[in-house]
């Protein structure tokens, strides 16, 4: 892998060289744009290029050219081998004057000719440069960053092929297709990281022997005879059979997957070669062929391919999926907001500048393409510096994902009151906000309840409201300010009144009303959780002095909800702090590569074991809120990884007797035989201080039979209490007779603990 990465360094310094060499050309010599043909010795010109130098001088067709740069014309390697004169100083016409060749007045098209082209390969050798230093330890990153430079060298060089220029012909010819059969590479990596296989090694093969062979077809042609217009067709024949290839291969990927689980990645793939493709396909590439005539410039259309590596870069770097319908969805709505802006500087433009309709529609294109651009970096500045530039006034939208990110984890009514109005207050920037209560009384009268002093000013006029006719999320103007309704029935409202001097406007009402409508809904379902915990209660209460009588139904559901707070607390774990502290161990192991100071390393290598600790801890803890190996490979597997991970950290000796021949069994009995092993274990580390522990596990007929023995201090068993509150002896109990089983306890202090365990009516495999 060192000797690929020492490999594509040089690439990038070669292209790097290349770049520079093909600038100073474009620099130096100006598009001429004349072709011509040898009658009888004489060189005839036979086509003038409307966008070349040429074009705005007194030069006909027909015209005879005596002298390239004071030579004969037989003499200049871009007419002997191309017919086409360019990289020329100075060009003598027959019986008309001898014309310096200078970048006299700048076109709109010698930008294209000039900057686009440097430009754009410039900014592949950067991104090409940023991907190596990211990630050049990834085969797929270093094929990525071929393509990245053999997209740019290809742009660049047909700006320098189109003057005739041999070496740029050449770095044209191989770069242009490599481009489609890189990209076909890089597909066939990364698709296989989803176990599909996009195109066969053999075939890769196959295109990249025949890319080199119209390379050496375009060697020989420039070293032996003269190079004409057809070797240029047949490369872009080449081009155009590679393109419906990778089309063909898409096509027939889709087809074969598009009911797979991974179909997403098909669908970014399609739209990627879409949009970066059929630009050069429509505009350039089918007219140049069939038409011998293009309608938007090359250097144009080529600037889309570096869609391709943008997305997929993303996709490498991120390892993560983008939300295309979205990003589709957006399109379409900047796309209609800049179509008639873009339309209508184009055609003022376009009558003032006096342009052609090609010109016209190009410069239509480029601001089209810009100003959607803009919009989306607008609405990505909005949301990273919109919370920081704006005050929160006015900024509803962030007002209430803030509110529902304090509210989520409430559990009490007045804590949710106080986050409300504290709401309200910060928002609407008022200083005085009240939360009050009114009811109908048996006058069939309004009144306020808890009337406090501070509420004496506003009595009258809140009790004076008929409440009946407003609803939650109603908004009732008073004298002294406004009041929102969010709870209530037709006796009794919830109502919270702000001191306001001003009225509101529109947004404010809107922002009001849904508050209060999510609200109301979070206060009702608090209420109902206070309410059922409530009874929970007073069911326990009831059932204390009957021993182990809690009811089944009760006990199933708390344990079921305890094991789903487990699992998604082990998810929760693993996907964001876990994976923060992964990464901080790679910035680590970056930093004492980098550090030159070695000082320093020990304190960092300290560093580094505690990140790795915390690793550990974490796995470990994940591990145990949510039990490896169980769903994949059964309860006996799960129990011994827990088991050798308790001989790791326990200082007593522990030995296990597991049937192997126990299968695959129910899901409730299987967590609940691990919960139960994970308790007793847990116990025995804590409170039994045993030298000895015996866990054993085994069927016999359809019964499963659970034993577990310890030489520790024991338990009194006359002290012991059943409570929901404690999941010790008495939750494995509750978990046990869940599941029609039961458990018999010896104990005595002093004398160790010995549990006999035995679930029934279970049938194996």
């Given amino acids: 892998m060192k000797k690929i990465k020492n490999i594509t360094l040089f690439m990038i310094i070669f292209a790097i060289a290349l770049t520079s060499y093909f600038t100073v050309i474009v620099l130096k010599y100006p598009l001429v744009g004349i072709e011509v043909k040898k009658d009888k010795n004489l060189w005839i010109v036979e086509k003038i290029h409307e966008n070349g130098w040429a074009s705005s001088q007194p030069i006909e067709i027909g015209d005879i050219v005596e002298f390239v740069n004071g030579k004969s014309p037989e003499k200049h390697l871009p007419v002997a081998k191309f017919n086409r004169v360019e990289m020329a100083e100075s060009i003598t016409i027959s019986n008309k004057d001898t014309f310096s060749v200078l970048y006299t007045q700048l076109d709109p098209q010698y930008v294209f000719y000039l900057l686009l082209p440097f430009l754009f390969s410039m900014a592949t050798i950067f991104f090409s440069i940023f991907l190596y230093q990211k990630k050049r330890e990834e085969r797929l990153v270093i094929i990525l960053i071929y393509f990245l430079l053999s997209l740019g060298l290809g742009y660049l060089s047909g700006s320098v092929s189109a003057r005739g220029e041999s070496i740029g012909t050449l770095v044209n010819t191989i770069t242009f297709p490599s481009t489609l059969i890189l990209f076909s590479h890089f597909l066939k990596d990364y698709l296989s990281r989803y176990q599909f296989d996009f195109i066969k090694t053999k075939t890769l093969a ?14 020989v042609c420039i070293a032996f005879w003269n190079v004409n217009k057809y070797i240029v067709t047949t490369e872009l024949l080449f081009f155009l059979l590679l393109i419906c290839f990778v089309v063909y291969l898409l096509i027939r990927f889709y087809i074969k997957h598009k009911n797979s689980e991974r179909n997403d990645v098909l669908v970014i793939l399609s739209y990627t070669l879409f949009a970066s493709v059929s630009p050069s396909l429509l505009f350039y590439i089918i007219p140049k062929i ?14 889309f391919l570096m869609i391709i590596p943008i997305v997929f870069a993303y996709l490498i770097l991120t390892e993560k999926f983008f939300d295309l319908e979205y990003l589709m969805n957006r399109l379409r709505y900047y796309s209609l907001l800049s179509f008639p802006f873009t339309a209508f500087i184009s055609f003022l433009l376009s009558f003032i500048l006096n342009l052609e309709l090609l010109s016209g529609f190009t410069l239509f294109l480029v601001l089209f393409i ?8 607008k609405e990505y500045l909005d949301y990273k510096f919109r919370r920081h530039l704006f005050s929160q006034k006015n900024n509803f939208e962030a007002s209430l994902h803030t509110f529902f990110q304090k509210t989520k984890y409430e559990t009490k009514v007045s804590s949710l009151m106080t986050i409300i109005i504290n709401e309200v207050k910060s928002v609407l920037m008022v200083k005085n906000v009240f939360n009050m209560e009114v009811c109908l009384n048996n006058q069939r009268d309004w009144v306020l309840k808890n009337k406090r002093k501070n509420l004496r000013p506003y009595i009258a006029e809140i009790e004076k409201v008929d409440w009946r006719y407003f609803p939650v999320g109603s908004i009732v103007e008073v004298p002294d300010g406004f009041v929102i309704v969010i709870e209530g029935d037709k006796r009794y409202k919830n109502i919270i009144f702000c001191v306001m001097e001003r009225t509101l406007n529109i947004q404010e009402k809107i922002w009001l009303e849904t508050l209060a409508h999510f609200s109301s809904i979070l206060l009702e379902n608090t209420r109902l959780i206070a309410g059922l ?14 021993k182990d009588n809690y009811p089944c139904w009760l006990s199933k ?5 305890s094991e789903k707070e487990r699992t998604n607390l082990s998810i929760d774990l693993h996907d964001t702090i876990l994976q923060e502290q992964l990464q901080l161990l790679r910035d680590t192991d970056k930093i004492i590569e980098k550090a030159k100071d070695t000082t320093i390393t020990p304190d960092l290598e300290q560093l580094k074991e505690k990140i790795l600790d915390n690793i550990h801890l974490l796995r470990e803890t994940c591990n145990q809120l949510r039990p490896p190996f169980l769903s994949e490979l059964g309860v006996i597997q799960a129990i011994q990884d827990l088991i050798d991970q308790t001989r790791l950290r326990c200082d007593f000796i522990l030995r296990s007797d597991l049937d192997p021949s126990i299968q695959r069994l129910d899901h409730e009995i299987e967590i609940t035989l691990y919960r139960i092993v994970q308790e007793l274990l847990n116990n025995a580390i804590k409170h039994s201080s045993a030298t000895e522990v015996e866990i054993s596990l085994f069927k016999n007929d359809q019964s499963l039979f659970l034993t577990y023995f310890d030489n520790g201090k024991g338990i009194n068993m006359q002290k012991l209490n059943d409570s929901f509150k404690k999941m010790g002896i008495f939750g494995i109990k ?26 029934g009516g279970i049938k194996f495999d």
């Fill in 290 to 303: 069939f038409f011998q005539k293009k309608l938007i410039s090359a250097e144009f259309t080529v600037v």
């Fill in 557 to 561: 559901v708390l344990l079921a909800l």
């Fill in 533 to 546: 915990a409530k009874e929970i209660e007073t069911l326990k209460e009831k059932n204390e002095t009957a």
């Fill in 370 to 377: 810009f100003t959607v651009l803009f919009l989306y970096g």
């Fill in 206 to 219: 196959i295109l990249y022997i025949l890319n080199f062979s119209v390379f050496l077809l375009m060697v």
């Fill in 734 to 759: 509750e978990r046990v007779k869940n599941l029609g089983g039961t458990v018999e306890i010896e104990s005595a202090p002093g004398k160790g603990t010995q549990i006999f365990i035995q679930i």
